[in-house]
């Protein structure tokens, strides 16, 4: 039903984690993602300043919402990409297919937009289930394939540092990410309540986040 709302959309964030077998997803709204046209890139430099004001402020969230047959159904419109590394998946118990963003763009999305998918600890738990699916340096080198190709303004890349870390990589297999480099300080997520940071990733996170197992 959400995916018949407007042409070329597809399941992302939570929902193509429920796609791709994250228990708990099912739980959360129906996500799908409609892109928006090509833009030409933006011409504002990043500063530490500019990253600082963006990140005390509230995600900003879609207001596209609905409810059909006690589902809670939200549009989003995110950046262009060409729907890369969208897939037809055959839905579990069907023969039914729908277009859903493949895991490793799946874990991107989430850590970009982690209110998608029930926050920072939400994000967490998708990272460590991709690890029960995916080799870790396959997933690692995908990743940073994916930030590529998305061509993100903001360091996802020290999120997903942490993600993985929390996870329980070494760091001895995190070089991909950490060779990109640090050059700010940034934040897991917007408006962090006791936030904690974490020198290796040069990051924010909340105090839950950081204290969990």
Same mark, same amino acid.
């Given at each position: 039903?959400?995916?018949?709302?407007?042409?070329?959309?597809?399941?992302?964030?939570? +929902?193509?984690?429920?796609?791709?077998?994250?228990?708990?997803?099912?739980?959360?709204?129906?996500?799908?993602?409609?892109?928006?046209?090509?833009?030409?890139? +933006?011409?504002?430099?990043?500063?530490?300043?500019?990253?600082?004001? *963006?990140?005390?402020?509230?995600?900003?969230?879609?207001?596209?919402?609905?409810?059909?047959? %006690?589902?809670?159904?939200?549009?989003?419109?995110?950046?262009?990409? %060409?729907?890369?590394?969208?897939?037809?998946?055959?839905? *579990?118990?069907?023969?039914?297919?729908?277009?859903?963003?493949?895991?490793?763009?799946?874990?991107?999305?989430? @850590?970009?937009?982690?209110?998608?998918?029930?926050?920072?600890?939400?994000?967490?738990?998708?990272?460590?289930?991709?690890?029960?699916?995916?080799?870790?340096? @396959?997933?690692?080198? %995908?990743?940073?394939?994916?930030?590529?190709?998305?061509?993100?303004?903001?360091?996802?890349?020290?999120?997903?540092?942490?993600?993985?870390?929390? *996870? %329980?990589?070494?760091?001895?297999?995190?070089?991909?990410?950490?060779?990109?480099?640090? @050059?700010?300080?940034?934040?897991?997520?917007?408006?962090?309540? $006791?936030?904690?940071?974490?020198?290796?990733?040069?990051?924010?996170?909340?105090?839950?986040?950081? $204290?969990?197992?």
């Amino acid at each position: 039903m959400a995916l018949s709302l407007r042409p070329r959309s597809y399941l992302s964030h939570a +929902s193509a984690l429920r796609a791709h077998g994250m228990v708990g997803a099912e739980k959360l709204p129906v996500y799908v993602n409609q892109e928006q046209r090509p833009k030409l890139p +933006s011409r504002g430099s990043l500063t530490q300043q500019s990253i600082d004001r *963006a990140f005390q402020n509230r995600a900003r969230e879609s207001r596209y919402a609905f409810s059909y047959q %006690g589902a809670h159904l939200v549009l989003l419109a995110g950046k262009h990409s %060409g729907n890369y590394r969208v897939e037809e998946m055959e839905l *579990a118990g069907s023969d039914i297919k729908l277009p859903v963003t493949d895991l490793v763009r799946t874990l991107v999305d989430v @850590t970009v937009r982690p209110s998608y998918a029930a926050g920072p600890m939400g994000v967490l738990e998708a990272y460590r289930h991709a690890l029960h699916k995916i080799d870790p340096q @396959t997933l690692i080198a %995908g990743l940073v394939e994916v930030l590529g190709a998305l061509g993100h303004v903001y360091p996802y890349h020290q999120a997903i540092g942490y993600y993985l870390t929390k *996870a %329980g990589l070494p760091p001895v297999m995190l070089n991909a990410l950490l060779d990109i480099g640090s @050059t700010y300080d940034f934040y897991i997520c917007h408006r962090i309540e $006791d936030p904690v940071y974490d020198s290796t990733w040069r990051l924010h996170v909340p105090r839950a986040l950081a $204290d969990s197992e």
